[in-house]
T-cell receptor, first 107, second 117 residues
């Protein structure tokens, strides 16, 4: 069973900081990689999907990269805002999720 | 457009009873996934459908859990003889399936919150 690891488990930053969330898989055979956010008591919202032929995807202040050779993905959030506070989850085509990174952005 | 819908949104049941959870995927999505999230825990994969077949049932926690999908659309997740540890939010997602069986972006429903008393 593939292991999915997300680091850090929790992160608290002041508003305006740039930050990086990490996701790694024990099996580097990745077809695609998807990042989600989950707000307390709510469902999952898709943020970015990186296909196997891509190295990164950008949406607004978010940038996700994928390194298939090492089985790693990073989610970069620029100029963080309090509204970014949520749990961020990654999943690959193997449908295994990491435990998530709980992000708190303080105003 | 219509997203993934799930029903009921909340279900409270007594221990030992059977429950059925329903998922309506986005029209045209051939892949359908069931997950559950227990309180304070991460998402746990349960089962994946491609069309009406389930090539991956590895996540079902016990033989009390079963799922089916008919007509390549609606899916039901059935839990027999519910136990308190079954209490969780059950999430359904759907996606298009590309060539070679590689699945694409997953879209999640709002979930069904199951409480077993």
């Amino acid at each position: 069973k593939q292991e999915v690891t997300q680091i850090p488990a929790a992160l608290s930053v002041p508003e305006g900081e740039n930050l990086v969330l990490n996701c790694s898989f024990t099996d580097s055979a990745i077809y695609n990689l998807q990042w989600f956010r989950q707000d307390p008591g709510k469902g999952l919202t898709s943020l970015l999907l990186i296909q196997s032929s891509q190295r990164e995807q950008t949406s607004g202040r978010l940038n996700a990269s994928l390194d298939k050779s090492s089985g790693r993905s990073t989610l970069y959030i620029a100029a963080s805002q309090p509204g970014d506070s949520a749990t961020y989850l990654c999943v690959n085509n193997d449908m295994r999720f990491g435990a998530g990174t709980r992000l708190t952005v303080k105003p | 457009g219509a997203g993934v819908s799930q029903s009921p949104s909340n279900k409270v049941t007594e221990k030992g009873k059977d429950v059925e959870l329903r998922c309506d995927p986005i029209s045209g999505h051939t892949a359908l996934y069931w997950y559950r999230q227990s309180l304070g825990q991460g998402l746990e994969f349960l089962i994946y459908f491609q069309g009406n077949s389930a090539p991956d049932k590895s996540g079902l926690p016990s033989d009390r859990f079963s799922a089916e999908r008919t007509g390549g659309s609606v899916s039901t997740l059935t839990i027999q003889r519910t136990q308190q540890e079954d209490s969780a939010v059950y999430l359904c997602a759907s996606s298009l399936v590309g060539g070679g069986g590689k699945s694409y972006e997953q879209y999640f429903g709002p979930g069904t919150r199951l409480t077993v008393t």
